[in-house]
């Protein structure tokens, strides 16, 4: 590991002019992956800005019947908060199926939505990879892919997104909100807030040198049932292979409400909103679920190792949507 500063700032305003002033500073909360890459000697920074003791640990409802989550909140806390099980339990799910128990106690809301991919040789200094060395090739095309992600891919990189909770997150609209050195504060939609590789899969997220994600912020509920599904290797401790966030209502037989985002397929977390449109007004059954499938995987691609992503993606989501609509129907 190489040597770096380490500043310890007392507020968002001393962690924002930190980071301003020195130039490639990283922030870092529970460093459960950037402590991992720096031991490797992917991630470099020379100065650590370390914002755990900065007051962004509250969960608090919004005026509008939502909920604010500060980006210090842990995983831990966050899957466990009353209100989270009781009105978005599709993120509680989520959170759960993630990680360890000592993981999430240590991972915060903002770095989980922050985590680097795990592709194998993005961690191996010795293989080529654009992520960590742009320019260098990427050794999972021709490689051991099983992992990766068969939506949103590019000639240049195809690496799955690992994070379980931003998953979630994404079916429920959540929005960002973060600072800005100049001390302006900035709101996106979490959609916006990841870009897809292309030519650049070194750069995984929209945020400015120096901005600082202080919270998630996730609109009132909306009707409907919440379910996470997720398949992985083995029953714990594994990241997804596939899997599924869905928040579904049925009303007099017809679905009236459906958000889909989907993990382990993408090399964002992903979300399609015209498999959502499918569903909605329509009647639930195997047919429609079928298309639904069919319009999640119109532009899949496999490379070999993880082809089997498409049919299992098939399978996961109209197991999850007739455990989610059968007995309203
Ligand atoms: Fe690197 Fe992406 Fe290729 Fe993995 S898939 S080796 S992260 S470029």
Redesign the pocket.
Known sequence: MIAFDYIRPGDAAEALQAAAERPGARFIAGGTNLLDLMKLGIERPRHLVDIGGLDLRTVSETPDGGLRIGALVSNAELAAHPLVRDRYPVLSQAILAGASGQLRNKATTGGNLLQR?R?Y??YDPA??????EPGSG????GGFNRI?AILGTSA????SHPSDMAVAMRALDARVETRLPEGTTGDRKLDTLYRL?GTT?HIEHTLAPGELITAVLLPPPVPGRHHYRKVRDRASYAFALVSVAAVVAVEDGRITQAALAFGGIGTMPWRDRAAEELLVGATPGQDLFERCADAVLARAQGHGGNDFKIPLLRRTLVACLTDLTEDAR
Do not use: G, Q, V, W
């Open positions: 991919t592709c040789y993005f293989s080529p990879c654009n992520k960590r990427c050794a999972a095309l990766m240049h990189c195809i690496a590789p899969p």
